[in-house]
């Protein structure tokens, strides 16, 4: 199949491609290089891309997806049998200081490509959502059928106008779609605004970690190998357009699945695992909760798990070495 990955420069994109490419497909990537944090790391995942055996399938076009104009000019001629669209304004705290980028990357961005594959007829279109539209919900796990009409930040409320939208177009143009709830993914070329990454450049240079909320949160963190293999059977697994209620609650082509490890783990025992792979102990400042972010997450994926296969197979304590190896070789620290 000819698939577009947008958001193919960005952590999860970069895995998901070289995925797509061990099965033989043809895979466009689409980024804007965004320098919400630091584009060489972006232009390495991409190189890292161009690594791969069959890295001839591969092509990349550098454009903002919330320019509808520019979009369809450099898609114009070309085939395209599914979508994978991962791209947006990533961070729930930058929201707060710059909440019109998320407008124009998460919503009307995730709009242009809807009329994308409302257009091309695209046999399914594979999109990210994440769990914090499920705001501050106190009951764990957190489940398809939980109230996500109170986001605390507007990065959750982006994501939750995504998975409406793409109810509107499932429901008007019966375009299969799948919205993946993505919980606090991590992993080998990981986004360095995220607490693994974060944690371990601190500790690794001697300097304080902050920790939010006096350390009492909890996340359901996932390893990225997992999250592309949800992504990728998800893919294959279209929604049937068969007036049945799908996942999530739809009759229409439209599923949605929470994607975790399904296991909610303290954040004191992310540092200590940190600290162990690492060899030194964490300075630890503790801090205030910080306005938009939650208290915990934790994913039942029993509907992902029954559709399509996915087990989730990596603890943290394969997960956080695999990480700092990689960490240690890029950064040279």
Not at 186 to 197: F, L, T
Not at 218 to 223: A, Q
Not at 273 to 285: F, H, K, N, S, W
Request: charged share 20%; proline share 5%; hydrophobic share 40%.
């Amino acid at each position: 199949m000819i698939l577009l990955v947008t958001g193919a420069a960005g952590f999860i994109g970069a895995h998901v491609c070289r995925r797509l490419l061990d099965h033989d497909h043809t895979v466009i990537g689409l980024d804007n290089y965004e320098p919400y944090y630091d584009i060489m790391l972006k232009h390495a995942r991409t190189a890292w891309i161009g690594e791969h055996p069959n890295a001839a399938a591969f092509s990349m076009l550098n454009l903002d997806l919330s320019d509808n104009t520019a979009l369809d000019a450099a898609l114009k001629t070309i085939e395209i049998d599914g979508i994978v669209h991962l791209a947006a304004q990533a961070g729930v705290r930058y929201s707060l200081e710059n909440p019109r980028a998320y407008i124009r990357a998460n919503v009307a961005g995730h709009l242009n490509m809807l009329e994308l594959a409302r257009h091309r007829s695209v046999r399914h279109m594979v999109y990210a959502s994440s769990s914090s539209v499920y705001g501050g919900n106190r009951t764990v796990p957190f489940k398809l059928e939980d109230r996500t009409d109170h986001p605390v930040s507007l990065y959750a409320a982006t994501k939750r106008s995504d998975e409406l939208m793409s109810e509107t177009y499932s429901h008007l143009y019966r375009i299969p779609q799948t919205g993946l709830r993505f919980f606090t993914v991590y992993g080998p070329w990981g986004r360095p605004d995220m607490a693994v990454w974060l944690f371990t450049q601190a500790i690794l240079s001697g300097k304080p970690i902050r920790i939010f909320n006096q350390g009492e949160m909890m996340r359901d963190f996932t390893y990225i190998d997992d999250i592309v293999t949800g992504i990728v059977g998800t893919l294959v697994n279209p929604p049937k357009d068969d007036g049945l209620i799908k996942p999530g609650g739809s009759i229409s082509p439209h599923n949605l699945y929470n994607i975790g490890n399904s296991r909610a783990e303290k954040l004191e025992t992310l540092i200590q695992t940190i600290e162990r792979t690492c060899g030194r102990e964490a300075v630890r400042d503790y801090q205030p909760m910080q306005p938009g972010d939650v208290v915990r997450t934790f994913a039942d994926v029993t509907d992902l798990q029954r559709d399509v296969g996915f087990e989730p197979s990596t603890a943290i304590e394969a997960g956080i070495p695999a990480f700092v190896e990689w960490y240690r070789g890029y950064t040279g620290q």
